[in-house]
DNA sequence: CGGGATCCAGTTGGATACTG
DNA sequence: CAGTATCCAACTGGATCCCG
């Protein structure tokens, strides 16, 4: 969500990580992602991500809202009801964006299993002895 | 880096996001991706990924580090000399991961100056004028 | 219903000094 | 050289109240 992506002024193979952290600055947050995977199948409204979306504040989902809409990721539509009705759509950019994720997704599952190992095995390794043997 | 991913009794579509935020939890940090790409191009030593990654504090230099190596992303290995000399290398599963961020890349560049535009928009829409025109 | 405003706790992260 | 430890500022995010 902070905004102060200091691409400028780097050079050589880091201007590459710059690139992406453009695109990971706008689904690195903590909800980005399920919003947008909520509202890729369709408008859905506000009451109703914060259903779908387990875990998420009432001010994280505004918040995340406002930026996702800012970055045009997502439309805002708003209906002059009574109660007021408010729609919000995922854009092209963000559905290619969520194509875009799928490489990430495949990755994720592939070494899934390897990286919970390579933790335990991190964590065996570090377990932290103060007591170092006590004879 | 927060590892509090709470991807259980998560059903239906969000499944698929939390699978989304497993692999994003890993590089979503700030300078992960910026390691990671230094170390992508061969053993790199402490402090040279000072250098190459601009602006990192020591601090977050050795924490990044630290879980990228938890993850099983980095290998890190010691020469017991003195002074001391540490290398980092990206281990296989680093580069299959670097190479599914190419096309999150792709997306970046693709859809940059759209982004920068909506932005503006917005920026310009929610200007947030409190005086609603003096006529 | 859909938010904005405010308050506050927890976390992140920079600067710096110290160590083997 | 390669960290570790400490302090502190900024940001994150939940809870709550209010408003159209």
Partial sequence: MSQGNS???????????CTVREALDR???KW???ILVAASQGPV????LERQVEGISRRMLTL????LERDGLLHRRVYPTVPPKVE????PMALELYESLVTL??????????????RAAYDREHADWTGSRAD
Avoid at 64 to 67: A, D
Avoid at 88 to 91: D, F, L, N, S
């Fill in 32 to 34: 980005s992602v399920g």
């Fill in 105 to 118: 997704t495949a990755w994720a599952e592939r070494h899934r299993a390897a990286i919970t190992e390579a």
């Fill in 45 to 48: 409204r506000f009451t109703e």
């Fill in 88 to 91: 919000y759509t995922a854009t």
């Fill in 7 to 17: 691409c400028v002024s780097v050079v050589g193979q880091q201007a590459r990580a």
């Fill in 27 to 29: 689904v690195g947050g």
């Fill in 64 to 67: 995340t809202l406002r930026n």
